[in-house]
Structures are given as C-alpha cells and as structure tokens.
C-alpha cells in the first residue's frame, strides 16, 4: 500500500497531468471570457497602468482574447506547446507589468498560470490531447 502510494505509475502521472491541464484550461478560459463583457473591459481600460500601454484598448482586448484561446487549446491540447509559451508571456506580464511585480502574494494568481504554461511547455499535452491523435503519425517519419 504504501509503495503504491509513493511509487506511482507512469500511467497515473499522464493522466493526473492532463487532468491538470485541462482544469488549467478551463480557469484560463474561463478569464478569457471577460472579453464579452464590455464593461468588465472598459473598467479595465481605466487602470492607469493600462492607458500607458500603447493601443490600450487593444492590448486589453489582446490580453483577454490570449486567455480565452490558450485556456480553450489547453482544455483539447492542441498546439499545447505554443499556447504554453503565449499564455506563460501574456501571465508573466500581467504579474510583472500591470500588477505589481509581487508574485509572492498579490499576483500569485497569474505567476502561478505562468509556471503552469511552462511546465506544459515542456512537457506537451501529456494525454488526451489533439497533439497526440493529429501529430501522432508524425513520429515515425
């Protein structure tokens, strides 16, 4: 019982990682969505670290719509490594630019996606995947 427990299969790694991924997705997503909420967006278009970026209304509009996308890719794994490094960037400068560079308390939250990304960025889709099923004859080539 106890090597069991401390000695876990591969198989159980796999598939305890897509479920993470997939549970990643789904929040990541799930903050993308703000992008139909228009006010929700133009209380964001207030911020004042906001209006010094250029293009403020569209980088906040490019923000929200890198969350709903990489968040739907993570949930299916598709391009998951790409959507890894592209939700690793858009999380890390939300911590680091428009919060306050503090990801050991008050941007938790978005460093915490940001270290997520990069572990699927190294490690692909995992399991239950589109990566796996489409790239899949790609392997023996």
């Known amino acids: 019982m106890i090597k069991q427990l401390?000695?876990?299969k591969t198989e159980w790694q796999n598939n305890g990682l897509a479920?993470?991924?997939i549970i990643c997705g789904l929040l990541m997503g799930y903050h993308g969505l703000e992008i139909f909420n228009s006010d929700i967006m133009k209380s964001y278009q207030e911020w004042?670290?906001?209006k010094t970026l250029p293009f403020p209304v569209m980088m906040v509009y490019?923000?929200?719509?890198?969350?709903l996308v990489t968040g739907l890719l993570f949930v299916i794994g598709l391009f998951t490594r790409l959507a890894?490094?592209?939700?690793?960037?858009?999380?890390?400068f939300i911590c680091f630019y428009i919060g306050s560079g503090k990801f050991y308390y008050e941007d938790q939250t978005p460093f915490l996606?940001?270290?997520l990304a990069v572990v699927?960025?190294?490690?692909?889709?995992?399991?239950?995947?589109?990566?796996?099923?489409?790239f899949?004859?790609?392997?023996?080539?």
């Open 62 to 67: 490019l923000g929200k719509g890198i969350e």
């Open 113 to 115: 996606f940001a270290i």
């Open 19 to 21: 479920i993470i991924r």
């Open 6 to 8: 401390f000695f876990i």
């Open 84 to 92: 890894a490094i592209i939700m690793a960037i858009n999380m890390l």
């Open 136 to 141: 899949k004859n790609n392997k023996h080539d």
């Open 48 to 50: 004042d670290i906001i």
């Open 120 to 134: 699927y960025f190294l490690l692909g889709p995992v399991k239950f995947g589109l990566d796996n099923q489409i």
